[in-house]
């Protein structure tokens, strides 16, 4: 039996022998040139039942996810050899009924089942039929690990579970500062009403900060980060943010900006560029030490693109060696002093989505080095 394509791409269609067949059982793939596709080559689990109901093909793939040898797989019963549960341990085979259900089904969609031992796999299934409404002639069912999936449930029971203890402490402080004031207003003094007002208020932004991260962490997960991209004067931005640090009471001496003029035109959306470098000084003022350097620059010669590149440097510890592939991973922290964790994956996320590239290191001066670079670029409707 020919298990493979049919129809104008025959022609192309290269037919070799599954590894650990039967005899006079093969399996058809098409590869380039005509060459042989063989079943152990493809990433996901692959069982071919034949019109008997005994499976004819059970790949590597299969017998690493199912942990089912090939050879107690091979010639039995697919019921038999794949004893699948749904997860209300019901028998899936029974409830499917493959070869004896309706003659207008063609498959199964893709579910999370149990192997015996709780091994879980998902599945789907394809029922091949010579005819519309014909028997079934071969079943081929897919398998896949549930590794990765389980490693995005986790991220994301993470992330709601970090967001959440994040919110309930400004929460709470609104709440109750609201609550206090309009039960006892007449008892304050205008000083006492403006210190708690402003709380709330530095608060009410900490909410606000923490929803944006969640709106930003979506959509570059998704990939809908919507740039509007506009000349930016990167040197400008840096001085900016410096000036507001120096205005919220750091000492002036802390930063030191240099710029090698000229700099290429670069083509950016403003408030993501400035989410960046809100960030990076951010983390440098907060878990860095000493004066932090800013410098900003044409990119390296030896890039590819043209560009302007900034790196923000600190006179801190520094960022461990085996942390540095972790850093724009969601909830890494370089230190216990607060966060989400959130912060420099998603500016990793912004800088990627202009087309750049951001790298972190060990600076000069002993501490965290970042340098993000983004090309020239120009809007769409210029292009």
């Given amino acids: 039996m020919a298990v493979g394509m049919s129809g104008p791409r025959a022609t192309r269609t290269a037919v070799v022998r599954a590894a650990g067949e039967p005899d006079g059982v093969t399996v058809a793939g098409t590869g380039p040139g005509g060459q042989a596709l063989d079943p152990d080559d493809l990433p996901d689990g692959l069982v071919v039942a034949d019109e008997t109901g005994r ?71 394809r029922y091949v039929r010579e005819s519309p409404t014909g028997p079934v002639s071969r079943l081929v069912i897919s398998l896949r690990g549930t590794e990765a999936r389980r490693r995005t449930e986790r991220s ?14 400004p929460l709470t402080s609104v709440k109750g500062f609201t609550a206090t004031l309009l039960a006892k207003w007449e008892r304050f003094t205008d000083a006492q009403k403006r210190l708690m007002l402003e709380t709330v208020y530095a608060d009410a932004n900490r909410v606000t900060r923490l929803i944006t991260e969640l709106l930003d962490i979506s959509r570059i997960d998704s990939g809908r980060l919507e740039l509007r991209r506009q000349p930016v004067d990167l040197s400008a931005a840096v001085e900016r943010h410096v000036r ?105 996320g912004i800088v990627e989505a202009h087309g750049g590239t951001i790298t972190v290191g060990r600076g000069p001066g002993g501490g965290a080095e970042f340098r993000f670079m983004l090309p020239v670029s120009t809007p769409a409707y210029m292009q």
């Avoid at 994301?156 to 402490?169: G, K």
């Avoid at 923000?312 to 002093?337: A, C, L, N, Q, Y």
């Fill in 244 to 348: 507001a640090h120096t205005a919220a009471g750091q000492d002036p001496g802390r930063f030191l900006v240099r710029t090698c003029q000229p700099l290429p035109a670069v083509w950016a959306d403003p408030d993501k560029v400035d989410q960046v470098l809100g960030n990076l000084l951010e983390n440098a003022v907060r878990h860095g030490e000493g004066t932090v350097t800013i410098d900003v620059a044409p990119a390296p010669a030896k890039s590819d693109e043209r560009g302007a590149a900034v790196t923000v440097s600190d006179e801190g510890p520094g960022i461990p060696e085996e942390s540095m592939s972790r850093v724009f991973t969601r909830f890494w922290r370089g230190s216990k002093r607060g966060g989400t964790g959130l912060g420099l994956y998603i500016v990793k």
């Fill in 55 to 125: 499976i004819i093909c059970f790949n590597a793939a299969a017998v690493r996810i199912t942990a089912v040898p090939r050879a107690a797989a091979l010639g039995r019963p697919v019921e038999h050899a794949l004893p699948l549960e749904d997860l209300k341990g019901r028998r899936w085979w029974e409830l499917t009924d493959p070869y004896g259900g309706l003659a207008t089904r063609v498959g199964q969609p893709e579910r999370n089942l149990l192997l015996p031992g709780g091994r879980e796999v998902l599945v789907s299934a």
């Fill in 156 to 169: 994301d029971a993470e992330l709601i579970a970090t967001v959440a203890h994040e919110l309930r402490s």
